[in-house]
């Protein structure tokens, strides 16, 4: 699946009604599923990225469908993001530009289906735009499986990821945020420049561009280059966050010939992998504090919790829960609460966990 960026000229003013109809929830929790995280991601605004950040964590762990339309105060995303209430309209104004020329395409492996699907709804009666400081935003409800009721999904703090001004900062938050459980990340070359917008670059047909010799154009071409100008920045503003990052190139093995090693990947290390303590953000969310204490009634450790249940969901934890007070009354209760229940989770918590990097490196191909 790719994200691309495509461009509609064509643009209609109307004065419409958009003001605030309902007041906006943040969870401060944004939950992106895998096949996002991992697409190709055509380069956008930061302020479009915090646009659909905030959209998104507008949505509950038990939604069964996309609200109508989202909506949230400007303030929410120009605080902190070095926007001035002077240029805070104009800034929107691109930025909900680019969302709704923004689409994703979504390729079969053997590439015999292929389809295209717009971000944004805008054929709806009420309008995507902003009037009195609000900003009303209404997602495709084609692509709502992606948005609801995630199986497969990385999870990043708002507050850190808002405070971000740089796009290659939020992508590498955004993936990082998926490897926190072994805190490395090793991606090819050619695998870290499509996730960076930094392959093959392609026209408005899709087709890819070339030089004057015939070779596929590139940005930042030389490997050097790509290091300095996508990791320098966000190297520097991760560096105060929970995913603070080192990385060091991986050369090639061997070589037939004299001279300098070529890289062909990179090895991305977290400065501090997860310690086994339950986040501070996880009480603080509804949902996810009830199953945490629930967890911990019938004795799972903090630990296990913290390492799994992130991977394991909200929705799959509850219903063993449910299984197991449902053997209460039965022969089947459980005596040893601390053996068997954590037993039980741990191996729910590896076996999603090694679904889930199957599934990232399905991806990645």
């Given at each position: 699946?790719?994200f691309v960026?495509?461009e509609?000229?064509?643009?209609?003013?109307?004065?419409l009604?958009?003001?605030?109809?309902?007041?906006p929830?943040?969870?401060?929790?944004?939950?992106?599923h895998?096949?996002?995280?991992?697409?190709?991601?055509?380069?956008?605004s930061v302020?479009?990225?915090?646009?659909?950040?905030?959209?998104?964590?507008q949505?509950?762990?038990?939604d069964?469908?996309l609200?109508?339309?989202?909506?949230?105060?400007?303030?929410?995303?120009?605080?902190?993001a070095?926007i001035?209430?002077?240029?805070?309209?104009k800034?929107?104004?691109?930025?909900?530009?680019?969302?709704?020329a923004?689409?994703?395409?979504?390729?079969?492996?053997?590439g015999?289906?292929?389809?295209?699907?717009h971000?944004?709804?805008?054929?709806?009666e009420?309008?995507?735009?902003y009037?009195?400081?609000?900003?009303?935003v209404?997602?495709n409800?084609?692509?709502?499986?992606?948005f609801?009721?995630?199986?497969?999904?990385s999870?990043?703090q708002?507050n850190?990821?808002?405070?971000?001004?740089?796009w290659?900062?939020?992508?590498?938050?955004?993936?990082?945020?998926?490897?926190?459980d072994t805190?490395?990340?090793?991606?090819?070359?050619e695998?870290?420049?499509q996730l960076m917008?930094?392959s093959?670059?392609?026209?408005k047909?899709?087709?890819?561009?070339?030089?004057?010799?015939g070779?596929?154009k590139?940005?930042y071409?030389?490997?050097?280059?790509?290091?300095?100008?996508?990791?320098?920045?966000?190297?520097e503003?991760?560096?105060?966050?929970?995913l603070?990052?080192d990385y060091?190139p991986?050369?090639?093995?061997?070589?037939?010939?004299?001279?300098r090693?070529?890289?062909?990947?990179?090895?991305?290390?977290?400065?501090?992998k997860?310690?086994?303590?339950?986040?501070?953000?996880?009480?603080q969310?509804?949902?996810?504090s009830?199953?945490?204490?629930?967890?911990?009634?019938?004795?799972v450790t903090d630990?296990?919790?913290?390492?799994?249940?992130e991977?394991?969901?909200?929705?799959a934890?509850?219903?063993i829960?449910?299984?197991?007070?449902?053997k209460e009354?039965?022969?089947?209760?459980?005596?040893d609460?601390?053996?068997?229940?954590?037993a039980?989770f741990?191996?729910?918590?590896?076996?999603?966990?090694?679904?889930l990097k199957?599934?990232?490196?399905?991806?990645?191909?």
């Amino acid at each position: 699946m790719a994200f691309v960026r495509m461009e509609d000229k064509r643009s209609t003013q109307l004065v419409l009604p958009l003001g605030l109809t309902y007041e906006p929830k943040h969870k401060d929790l944004v939950k992106q599923h895998w096949n996002v995280t991992f697409a190709r991601q055509g380069r956008m605004s930061v302020t479009a990225k915090r646009i659909m950040a905030r959209v998104i964590d507008q949505i509950r762990d038990d939604d069964f469908k996309l609200r109508p339309y989202y909506q949230f105060r400007i303030v929410d995303i120009i605080t902190d993001a070095g926007i001035t209430k002077e240029t805070a309209y104009k800034e929107v104004q691109g930025s909900l530009r680019e969302l709704t020329a923004a689409a994703w395409e979504f390729e079969s492996l053997d590439g015999s289906e292929w389809y295209i699907r717009h971000l944004l709804d805008t054929t709806k009666e009420r309008a995507i735009g902003y009037k009195d400081g609000i900003i009303t935003v209404l997602l495709n409800p084609q692509l709502e499986p992606y948005f609801i009721q995630i199986a497969h999904y990385s999870t990043y703090q708002l507050n850190n990821y808002m405070g971000l001004k740089s796009w290659y900062s939020m992508r590498f938050f955004e993936i990082l945020s998926a490897f926190r459980d072994t805190g490395v990340w090793c991606p090819t070359v050619e695998q870290y420049r499509q996730l960076m917008d930094c392959s093959e670059e392609k026209d408005k047909r899709g087709k890819v561009k070339r030089d004057k010799d015939g070779n596929p154009k590139m940005k930042y071409p030389d490997t050097r280059d790509l290091i300095r100008f996508t990791m320098t920045e966000p190297l520097e503003e991760l560096a105060g966050t929970a995913l603070a990052f080192d990385y060091e190139p991986v050369y090639e093995t061997a070589r037939m010939t004299r001279g300098r090693k070529k890289i062909t990947g990179f090895k991305f290390t977290l400065k501090r992998k997860q310690d086994g303590k339950i986040p501070e953000y996880w009480l603080q969310n509804a949902v996810v504090s009830r199953v945490v204490a629930s967890l911990r009634e019938w004795k799972v450790t903090d630990k296990n919790i913290a390492l799994y249940l992130e991977d394991i969901g909200t929705k799959a934890a509850n219903k063993i829960l449910y299984d197991w007070q449902l053997k209460e009354n039965t022969d089947d209760r459980i005596n040893d609460r601390v053996k068997y229940c954590n037993a039980v989770f741990v191996r729910m918590g590896k076996a999603a966990q090694e679904r889930l990097k199957q599934e990232v490196q399905a991806a990645l191909r």
